[in-house]
């Protein structure tokens, strides 16, 4: 969504009023929306914002509670150097969780922070309900050739997929922004995961 500024700029207008928190010491946007329903937290894809989700967010909060989260050093959160690595983004992701109060909470995390929620779920597995994921790193070593084509790793989720005996891949054409892409696609398998897919029915 946008519009054209008095001075002739494009201005985007964002679907949802933003807030801010102090995390870990450090100044985190967030926004938040719908009022029932699964607890879903959204985190934003490396290097984009939590405005990476305004395709999905309507149709997200006219069925759950929704909470998107600036990760560090993106959007409009404050960063500290000791944060861009997997793992101790991870350890963020969890005091964030707890800083908000929530427990038992679909968990998404797309791009890099893929393994970051990985890192965070098997640190403390009883914050979570499940886990969306993809188009991001999640196995080591990496399996790649040439110049990273394709870029978002075909090989990850399939090696991902035999190790979590509970998990489902989906797979879309698209390009490595698939959230953006293929929103209506990404909503819907959300929609599907949370209202009791991840139970297996």
């Known amino acids: 969504m946008s519009s054209v500024g008095d001075n002739g700029t494009i201005q ?6 933003v807030a801010w928190e ?5 100044k985190v946007r ?5 009022g029932s329903g699964e607890r879903i937290v959204l985190f934003s894809p490396w ?3 939590i405005l990476a989700f305004a395709p999905v967010w309507s149709g997200l909060v006219r069925q759950f509670q929704v909470l998107a989260i600036d990760l560090p050093g993106f959007g409009r959160s404050e960063g500290r150097d000791d944060l861009f690595t997997p793992q101790t983004m991870g350890d963020f992701i969890v005091k964030a969780i707890d800083a908000f ?3 038992s909470i679909h968990a998404i995390g797309l791009d890099v922070g893929t393994p970051s929620l990985l890192f965070a779920s098997l640190a403390r597995p009883d914050l979570f309900r499940s ?31 035999e190790w979590l005996p509970k998990a489902r ?13 293929r929103a209506p696609e990404v909503e819907s ?5 949370v209202s009791g897919g991840f139970r297996g029915e």
């Open 131 to 161: 886990l969306i994921v993809g188009a991001g790193a999640a196995t080591h070593p990496l399996g790649v050739e040439g110049t990273l084509i394709p870029y978002g790793l075909a090989r990850d989720p399939a090696v991902l997929r």
């Open 101 to 103: 109060g929530l427990t």
């Open 189 to 193: 398998i959300v929609t599907q995961r």
């Open 169 to 181: 891949l989906d797979v879309l054409e698209a390009g490595h922004c698939v959230w953006e892409e």
């Open 12 to 17: 985007e207008r964002q679907p949802f009023d």
């Open 47 to 49: 290097p984009e914002s």
């Open 30 to 34: 967030y926004a938040t929306g719908g």
């Open 22 to 26: 102090t995390i870990d010491g450090l």
